[in-house]
């Protein structure tokens, strides 16, 4: 989001970084209907990009379904897994600049979550369910999970 928050012709959406930018516009009015920001990443769950990619998601392509009826495969390994998913909505919103002077209002929503340390067996547990029979009858001692949520 960083193209769209830093210039001199952001408007609104520069108050998303710092509110005084509002007056370094070269915009005298600015008026904002609706904004949306989505990012997500980890490192467990992905879909082959040759089976789907960003145009696929725009022309609303339904997602591709693997031999085990879900829609995405995992790594299967013992390593680590972590998140993170963030979330912003940006409702009406407008500000004006008069001279050295701009004022402005925005409505906004943000989610931001984060996982680190998340053991692979939680994971997997997480998306094969609790009837995953390899991992039935085993003693996990595992370490400290870190998860955060913001909203």
């Known amino acids: 989001m960083f193209g769209l928050t830093l210039g001199n012709y952001s408007g609104i959406n520069s108050t998303l970084v710092n509110p005084a930018m509002m007056t370094h516009q070269h915009k005298f ?15 467990f769950a992905y ?4 089976d789907y990619n ?8 339904p997602l591709p379904v693997y031999e085990d009826g879900k829609n995405f495969l995992y790594y299967n390994n013992a390593k680590l897994k972590s998140e993170t998913v963030n979330l912003r909505t940006l409702g009406p919103s407008a500000m004006m600049q008069i001279g050295k002077h701009a004022f402005g209002f925005t409505t906004a929503m943000r989610v931001y979550t984060t996982a680190n340390r998340v053991p692979w067996e939680m994971a997997v547990l997480g998306y094969e369910g609790m009837k995953y029979e390899p991992l039935h009858n085993i003693l996990f001692d595992d370490y400290d999970l870190d998860l955060q949520a913001n909203v």
């Open 54 to 61: 960003m145009w696929d998601a725009v022309n609303t392509r």
């Open 29 to 43: 009015l600015d008026v904002n209907i609706i904004g949306a920001d989505i990012f997500a990443n980890n490192n």
């Open 47 to 50: 879909i082959p990009g040759k």
